[in-house]
T-cell receptor
Framework: GAVVSQHPSRVICKSGTSVKIECRSLDFQATTMFWYRQFPKQSLMLMATSNEGSKATYEQGVEKDKFLINHASLTLSTLTVTSAHPEDSSFYIC???????????FGPGTRLTVT | GENVEQHPSTLSVQEGDSAVIKCTYSDSASNYFPWYKQELGKGPQLIIDIRSNVGEKKDQRIAVTLNKTAKHFSLHITETQPEDSAVYFCAASLGSNYQLIWGAGTKLIIKP
């Protein structure tokens, strides 16, 4: 149980375009979803937290107009990187937490490369 | 705010030996401490966790200990195997959304 999927696993886009990443909880209802980015050989950096049906809460320094997060259902959250630039290239990972549980389960990640 | 420190950054052990990774946290209000294993190019995988009302938890070759007074928690892996090679992260949970504050990670290398 507790499986989280992400799509796509890899994406290459041109500078100035937008990219959408989907995160789905496959076998549980995700009350809260989190979006992280991770640079090589570094720890995870929390970008935003979203509760189903509510606006996402962004961490300091994360531009909410650039990283659009939608959590419209209990099993799906999306992250859209708008007007992507090469410095947005990174490994983006989502996680989901269900109900009253503490546990966060992670998706496999999406490697974004902006050329 | 909460801060989690993790040591060592790299740990190399002989196959079959034990490995111990240690973390300290700063906020005594933290009440949940998970450990994740991350293989190259993949998302983190929850391997074991402990809540603040428990001192020790074990799952086969993996155990976690928590010292609330000292604000320390540790991951113990016994009888290490090559597939244990990965980066391990500790974290502490804080806040109404149970956000995780992450350690910097430990690269565990199992030597054959």
């Amino acid at each position: 149980g507790a499986v989280v999927s992400q799509h796509p696993s890899r994406v290459i886009c041109k500078s100035g375009t937008s990219v959408k990443i989907e995160c789905r909880s496959l076998d549980f209802q995700a009350t809260t979803m989190f979006w992280y980015r991770q640079f090589p050989k570094q720890s995870l950096m929390l970008m935003a937290t979203s509760n189903e049906g509510s606006k996402a809460t962004y961490e300091q320094g994360v531009e909410k107009d650039k990283f659009l997060i939608n959590h419209a259902s209990l099993t799906l959250s999306t992250l859209t990187v708008t007007s992507a630039h090469p410095e947005d290239s990174s490994f983006y990972i989502c996680s989901a937490r269900g109900g009253a549980g503490y546990e966060q389960y992670f998706g496999p990640g999406t490697r974004l490369t902006v050329t | 705010g909460e801060n989690v420190e993790q040591h060592p950054s790299t740990l190399s052990v002989q196959e079959g030996d034990s490995a111990v990774i240690k973390c300290t946290y700063s906020d005594s209000a933290s009440n949940y401490f998970p450990w994740y294993k991350q293989e190259l190019g993949k998302g983190p995988q929850l391997i074991i966790d402990i809540r603040s009302n428990v001192g020790e938890k074990k799952d086969q070759r993996i155990a976690v200990t928590l010292n609330k007074t000292a604000k320390h928690f540790s991951l113990h892996i016994t009888e290490t195997q090559p597939e244990d090679s990965a980066v391990y992260f500790c974290a502490a949970s804080l806040g109404s959304n149970y956000q995780l504050i992450w350690g910097a990670g430990t690269k565990l290398i199992i030597k054959p």
